[in-house]
C-alpha cells in the first residue's frame, strides 16, 4: 500500500482507499479499518440511500446521525446491512458543448443588454432557455429564447 502526504498537518492517508472501499466492505461483509477523514459517516448514509432496500435502515440512524460518532455508524451498518451485490449508480453531470457555448454568448448580450449579473442569469436561464421570458424592451412582444434559436 502506497502512502500520500495528505493537505492536513501532514497526515499520511493510503493512496488506494476510497469511500467505494468501504461501500464494498458494508455490502460484501469485508473488514476493513475505517477511517472518517476518507469517509464520513454522512457519505456512507448518503450513498447507502440510493437503494430502495436500505431506506428503513439508514433513516433509522438519520434521526441520531450527528449525535453518534462515525465509526460507530459504520459499525452498524456493517452489522445490519444484508450482504448483497449492489450497483449504487455514480451520477455525474453532463455538459453540452454546444449549450455551453449558446449559455455563454445569451449571458454576454443579456448582460450587455440588460446589465444583469452572472447570479441573476444563472436564475433565469432556463426560463430563457424554454422560452418563457418576454422582452418587452421593443415595440412587440417578443421571448428572449427565441432571439438566441
Known amino acids: 500500500m502506497t502512502l500520500m502526504p495528505s ?3 501532514g ?3 493510503p493512496k488506494d482507499i476510497t469511500i467505494f472501499n468501504y461501500l464494498n466492505a458494508i ?4 473488514e476493513v479499518e475505517y477511517n472518517k477523514k476518507i469517509a464520513p459517516a454522512f457519505l456512507l448514509s ?3 440511500s440510493h437503494d ?3 431506506l428503513p435502515i439508514i433513516n433509522r ?3 441520531i446521525h450527528f449525535s453518534l460518532p462515525d465509526h460507530l455508524i459504520f459499525r452498524y451498518y456493517m452489522e445490519k446491512i444484508p450482504r448483497a ?3 449504487l449508480k455514480w451520477t455525474k ?3 453540452d458543448k454546444k449549450e455551453d457555448k449558446k449559455l455563454s454568448q445569451m449571458f454576454k448580450e443579456l448582460s450587455m443588454r440588460y446589465d444583469i449579473s452572472k447570479a441573476e442569469f444563472g436564475k433565469y436561464k432556463k426560463l430563457i432557455l424554454k422560452g418563457h421570458v418576454i422582452d418587452k424592451s421593443k415595440e412587440s412582444d417578443i421571448l428572449v429564447g427565441d432571439y438566441f434559436k
Open 7 to 9: 493537505h492536513r498537518r
Open 11 to 13: 497526515v499520511k492517508m
Open 27 to 30: 455490502n460484501y461483509k469485508t
Open 46 to 48: 448518503l450513498w447507502l
Open 52 to 54: 430502495d432496500k436500505l
Open 61 to 63: 440512524v438519520n434521526e
Open 85 to 87: 451485490k449492489r450497483f
Open 93 to 95: 453531470k453532463e455538459t
